[in-house]
């Protein structure tokens, strides 16, 4: 039997390579393509792979192969690596991403990767013989493309508004990625927008350490999922028939039920699971932004499931495993804090002062933004300064949090219980958008390229299900610049995840070149 070609893209980071480890088991099956660039980390992060596939390792930039696996050491912004990778494959699989906090310190870096580089794919697919027709490919977007969903708005579901948070610069580059595919000619794509994905690994957790830690809200909704469950379902797209409604869709991918909290509960696990009280020992209320971040929970998470049967992991089974792989010396400081309330306390402030410098010295830390007048971070995040003075202490006031508190479904501006949508359900739903649609006949095809106009005046293009089912709308709308309070009282679709948290009369803006104020932040505390 021909064994069918499977090429990974980012299987070094958090998800790929979990999804790495899963196609390797799957080797029998499958051949496996790698595009990886040459780093340090990387050659030492395959090097056992190359061993077991008798290949023999280059230092640098090139293509290697041995018994069902080939390495090409390049990079996917460039054209030729992508193309070379994708010759002759099947499937595509796109794990790969530039993420924050990085996507917002290195801009330029987070357009090259995470829509640069999924253009060179689409690109790629598209040029291989039958390409559009024959491979299939699995891209991999984020549920930061639609922002914060505070209460009551906190359960979503595909088709909501996107809603990239401002400054976020990942969630801008992933939403034109994610966009390049749904309007390809390929026949056989699915985006599976992911939550937050959790390391296995204390190491690799310990590392997240930033001060994006405090622009999450503690009353935010997450509904998460392991980093070995997302590898297992991206993996687990493989076995999906070229003739199920599986593909041509967006989905949700997050953990499922067992796998929701608050992001205070998070956080105080953070600090427990080494021994500690919890988030209020540790940080101070006001460190935290009251809103512009991202998370919620998913209404629809569970269609994915249904097909990639990938929810395996709880919180509980989590924790307690990220607990085992903690170094020795760090697992026996926790027992002793957790029996020790003086060693816990000294701990405890040791821990306040680590978390207070990121506050307050680093161009990202909340604090350092209200220290340094830093206006418009603290009108994306605070709404003003007002407004964060006033932020009582724990446990004074605090947000509701309740685990399953209201919600309501938001609209997308058509019947969609209809079976079969006409042109005039288009054109409700544009108006609902503050705009038209520009095409004046439609065979019903939802994949059907048709002509649109927005609230600003901006004619574009897009496919029935790029706008109605997933909640693109105008690609030169979406940030930078961010104008939201202007587009929230053109836009009835889009005000429905704006007015929640901010009010009528705000009336800011911010610019396109608003992100570089934290341009290499991270340099910063290395010197």
Same mark, same amino acid.
């Given at each position: 039997?021909?064994?069918?070609?499977?090429? /990974?893209?980012?299987?070094?980071?958090?998800?790929?390579?979990?999804?790495?480890?899963?196609?390797?088991?799957?080797?029998?099956?499958?051949?496996?393509?790698?595009?990886?660039?040459?780093?340090?980390?990387?050659?030492?992060?395959?090097?056992?792979?190359?061993?077991?596939?008798?290949?023999?390792? =280059?230092?640098?930039?090139? *293509?290697?192969?041995?018994?069902?696996?080939?390495?090409?050491?390049?990079?996917?912004?460039?054209?030729?690596?992508?193309?070379?990778?994708?010759?002759?494959?099947?499937? *595509?699989?796109?794990?790969?991403?530039?993420?924050?906090?990085?996507?917002?310190?290195?801009?330029?870096?987070?357009?090259?990767?995470?829509?640069?580089?999924?253009?060179?794919?689409?690109?790629?697919?598209?040029?291989?013989?039958?390409?559009?027709?024959?491979?299939? %490919?699995?891209?991999?977007?984020?549920?930061?493309?639609?922002?914060?969903?505070?209460?009551?708005? !906190? +359960?979503?579901?595909? @088709?909501?508004?996107?809603?990239?948070?401002?400054?976020?610069?990942?969630?801008?580059?992933?939403?034109?990625?994610?966009?390049?595919? %749904?309007?390809?000619?390929?026949? &056989?794509?699915?985006?599976?927008?992911?939550?937050?994905?959790?390391?296995?690994?204390?190491?690799?957790?310990?590392?997240?350490?930033?001060?994006?830690?405090?622009?999450?809200?503690?009353?935010?909704?997450?509904?998460?999922? =392991?980093?070995?469950?997302?590898?297992?379902?991206?993996?687990?797209?493989?076995? *999906?028939?070229?003739?199920?409604?599986?593909?041509?869709?967006?989905?949700?991918?997050?953990?499922?039920?067992?796998?929701?909290?608050?992001?205070?509960?998070?956080?105080?696990?953070?600090?427990?699971?080494?021994?500690?009280?919890?988030?209020?020992?540790?940080?101070?209320?006001?460190?935290?932004?009251?809103?512009?971040? !991202?998370?919620?929970?998913?209404?629809?998470? !569970?269609?994915?499931?249904?097909?990639?049967?990938?929810?395996?992991?709880?919180?509980?089974?989590?924790?307690?495993?990220?607990?085992?792989?903690?170094?020795?010396? +760090?697992?026996? %400081?926790? %027992?002793?804090?957790?029996?020790?309330?003086?060693?816990?306390?000294?701990?405890?402030? =040791?821990?306040?002062?680590?978390?207070?410098?990121?506050?307050?010295? &680093?161009?990202?830390? =909340?604090?350092?933004?209200?220290?340094?007048?830093?206006?418009?971070?603290?009108?994306?995040?605070?709404?003003?300064?007002?407004? /964060?003075?006033?932020?009582?202490? $724990? @446990?004074?006031?605090?947000?509701? +949090?309740?685990?399953?508190?209201?919600? &309501?479904?938001?609209? !997308?501006?058509?019947?969609?219980?209809?079976?079969?949508?006409?042109?005039?359900?288009?054109? @409700?739903?544009?108006?609902?958008?503050?705009?038209?649609?520009?095409?004046?006949?439609?065979?019903?095809? +939802?994949?059907?390229?048709?002509? $649109?106009?927005?609230?600003?005046?901006?004619?574009?293009?897009?496919?029935?299900?790029?706008?109605?089912?997933?909640?693109?709308?105008?690609?030169?709308?979406?940030?930078?610049?961010?104008?939201?309070?202007?587009?929230?009282?053109?836009?009835?679709?889009?005000?429905?995840?704006?007015?929640?948290? &901010?009010?009528?009369?705000?009336?800011?803006?911010?610019?396109?070149?608003? *992100?570089?104020?934290?341009?290499?932040?991270?340099?910063?505390?290395?010197?």
């Amino acid at each position: 039997m021909t064994k069918e070609k499977v090429c /990974l893209f980012g299987a070094s980071g958090t998800m790929g390579y979990q999804a790495f480890k899963e196609l390797w088991m799957r080797r029998e099956k499958y051949d496996i393509v790698v595009l990886l660039r040459p780093s340090e980390k990387n050659k030492k992060l395959i090097s056992e792979y190359e061993r077991e596939a008798g290949i023999e390792p =280059t230092p640098g930039r090139g *293509v290697v192969q041995g018994r069902a696996f080939k390495v090409v050491w390049g990079d996917a912004t460039e054209y030729s690596d992508v193309e070379e990778t994708i010759r002759g494959v099947d499937w *595509v699989l796109d794990a790969m991403a530039f993420i924050s906090p990085k996507a917002d310190y290195y801009p330029e870096m987070a357009k090259a990767v995470n829509t640069d580089g999924i253009k060179n794919i689409v690109r790629a697919i598209e040029s291989q013989p039958d390409g559009p027709e024959r491979i299939r %490919l699995i891209y991999t977007g984020t549920v930061a493309a639609t922002g914060d969903r505070l209460q009551s708005i !906190h +359960m979503g579901r595909v @088709g909501d508004p996107l809603k990239p948070s401002i400054f976020d610069y990942y969630a801008v580059t992933k939403i034109a990625g994610e966009r390049a595919v %749904l309007e390809s000619d390929i026949k &056989h794509w699915v985006s599976l927008r992911m939550t937050y994905i959790m390391p296995m690994d204390y190491g690799e957790f310990v590392s997240l350490r930033d001060p994006i830690m405090f622009h999450q809200p503690i009353d935010s909704f997450m509904e998460n999922i =392991t980093a070995r469950d997302a590898g297992y379902g991206l993996v687990q797209c493989l076995n *999906v028939s070229d003739d199920s409604d599986f593909w041509r869709r967006v989905y949700n991918m997050g953990g499922g039920p067992g796998m929701r909290c608050t992001a205070y509960d998070y956080m105080n696990k953070t600090f427990q699971i080494n021994g500690l009280s919890g988030v209020e020992a540790c940080t101070e209320r006001k460190w935290y932004a009251l809103r512009n971040f !991202h998370m919620q929970f998913f209404e629809d998470s !569970h269609i994915l499931n249904d097909y990639l049967h990938h929810w395996r992991d709880s919180l509980d089974v989590y924790w307690n495993e990220l607990q085992e792989t903690m170094p020795a010396n +760090m697992r026996k %400081l926790a %027992l002793e804090c957790s029996d020790n309330p003086g060693l816990r306390r000294r701990v405890e402030q =040791t821990t306040y002062s680590i978390m207070k410098d990121l506050a307050e010295n &680093h161009r990202n830390g =909340t604090v350092y933004w209200y220290k340094n007048r830093c206006d418009m971070r603290i009108t994306a995040f605070y709404k003003d300064y007002e407004t /964060l003075e006033s932020i009582p202490d $724990w @446990g004074v006031d605090m947000p509701q +949090m309740d685990p399953e508190p209201e919600w &309501h479904r938001l609209e !997308h501006g058509y019947d969609e219980a209809k079976g079969r949508l006409d042109l005039d359900d288009l054109q @409700g739903a544009a108006q609902f958008r503050g705009g038209e649609c520009l095409s004046k006949e439609w065979l019903g095809d +939802m994949y059907q390229t048709l002509e $649109w106009k927005c609230a600003f005046g901006h004619s574009l293009i897009g496919k029935p299900y790029t706008v109605l089912k997933a909640g693109h709308w105008c690609p030169e709308c979406v940030p930078p610049p961010w104008n939201y309070d202007e587009e929230a009282r053109r836009n009835p679709f889009f005000a429905q995840v704006w007015y929640p948290n &901010h009010d009528k009369d705000e009336n800011n803006f911010y610019a396109e070149d608003c *992100v570089r104020d934290i341009a290499a932040a991270d340099r910063d505390r290395t010197r």
